[in-house]
């Protein structure tokens, strides 16, 4: 297996919510802010973004996505993190919404159909139909650059137990369709409705993942890899291993801990491979059970350990999690800004526990305006003169 020089680099992906400034109901938007964004990009005779990211749809024309550049430090993460959310809502707002980051809208979905007019996206909603027209949600994906493939398919196999301190962490989507689901992370509960979504197998080598595709493939349960969409997998066409368990984050300073975080996981799994230590053996029953507790909970109650076999508390666990990449944090000198912000999210008690919050303080719209002022908190807004 080839070495792979540190610091790794990084990637992160969000999508977001355009919402209505007045109702924070869903808007079908995103052709109009895109035109906007290009709109600028002429005028300033630049990329997508100063700092390189990229600004796509999504299936919904109620969603946006950025994608940011190769990132080496997070400080450049929070950059790019920081610049296009403040493009977005700026060109949101010349079209009277606004931007969220939240795993959930808390209002009613729009009645129309607002499925994006791609041959992508038409054929997913042919083919999987009401999963497809429903599913409104937004996520949150990690890159980190993976060009060994055998390396990467250890690493799958060595950080699936953490999967669930992930999702647990990260849970922010309380509420759906003006009720309280009862779950720290409903997006979750609705994803995993979704063909090959879910945590993978383990796979004995990079071999037999591609022998698991080439036969989906062929039985035609997928048209292609890039279809298949589990918590962590080896991405078709980019040489990295994408982390996709996670609701996006309102903060900016979330994103940036969860990015440095997942970095860190990566690198002390490969240290573990090259150690000749075996991944952890962990019943794929067990596992869907811890996800499906970690999505219930979140931080809130206990979470399942998948490899000790026991129930712990939410906060423990994440401890085991921070004290098992810390040697890699702290070599990426990621270790005070990611502990303390953990921390922080650990104390208010994540996400969803910051909307349920802002829900005893008042009805659905206000949790949606409090929502965009904590996405829009730290983004770089440019003047109405400068966009």
């Known amino acids: 297996m080839r070495e792979v020089t540190q610091p790794l680099t990084v990637g992160v ?168 689901t009862g779950y720290a992370s409903y997006r979750r509960e609705l994803w995993v409705q979704w063909p090959m979504a879910g945590p993978p197998l383990p796979f004995k080598d990079a071999d037999e993942l591609r022998r698991c595709v080439r036969s989906l493939v062929k039985a035609e349960a997928i048209e292609d890899a890039t279809r298949i969409y589990w918590d962590v997998r080896l991405p078709e066409k980019l040489p990295t291993i994408e982390f996709r368990v996670m609701d996006v984050m309102t903060r900016i300073e979330e994103t940036v801990a969860c990015v440095g975080l997942i970095r860190a996981l990566v690198a002390r799994c490969m240290a573990d491979v090259r150690a000749g230590v075996a991944p952890p053996d962990v019943r794929p029953e067990l596992l869907t059970v811890a996800m499906w507790q970690a999505a219930r909970y979140g931080m809130g109650e206990r979470l399942i350990d998948p490899v000790g076999c026991r129930q712990v508390s939410a906060v423990e666990h994440i401890e085991e999690l921070l004290a098992y990449v810390r040697d890699p944090l702290e070599a990426a000198g990621d270790w005070s800004e990611v502990r303390k912000t953990v921390q922080r999210m650990i104390d208010f008690g994540g996400g969803a526990a910051r909307q349920r919050t802002f829900h005893r303080e008042g009805p659905l719209e206000h949790v949606v305006q409090r929502l965009v002022e904590h996405t829009a908190a730290g983004a770089i807004i440019p003047s109405p003169a400068s966009s």
């Open 13 to 180: 992906e969000e999508e977001y919510q355009i919402v209505d400034a007045e109702t924070g109901c869903l808007r079908p938007d995103c052709d109009s802010i895109m035109a906007s964004i290009e709109s600028d990009e002429a005028h300033r005779g630049g990329g997508a973004a100063e700092t390189g990211a990229a600004v796509q749809h999504e299936l919904h024309l109620t969603q946006i996505e950025m994608a940011s550049a190769v990132c080496t430090t997070l400080e450049e993460v929070r950059a790019q993190v920081a610049e296009v959310r403040g493009r977005l809502i700026a060109a949101a707002r010349q079209c009277g919404a606004e931007l969220v980051a939240a795993g959930t809208n808390p209002k009613r979905p729009p009645d129309e159909d607002d499925v994006t007019p791609s041959e992508r996206y038409r054929s997913m909603t042919r083919r999987y139909q009401m999963l497809a027209r429903d599913l409104r949600i937004f996520g949150c994906h990690v890159h980190v650059s993976m060009p060994d493939p055998e390396m990467g398919v250890q690493v799958m196999n060595h950080a699936r137990p953490w999967l669930p301190a992930l999702q647990a962490l990260t849970a922010n989507s309380p509420f759906w369709e003006e009720e309280d």
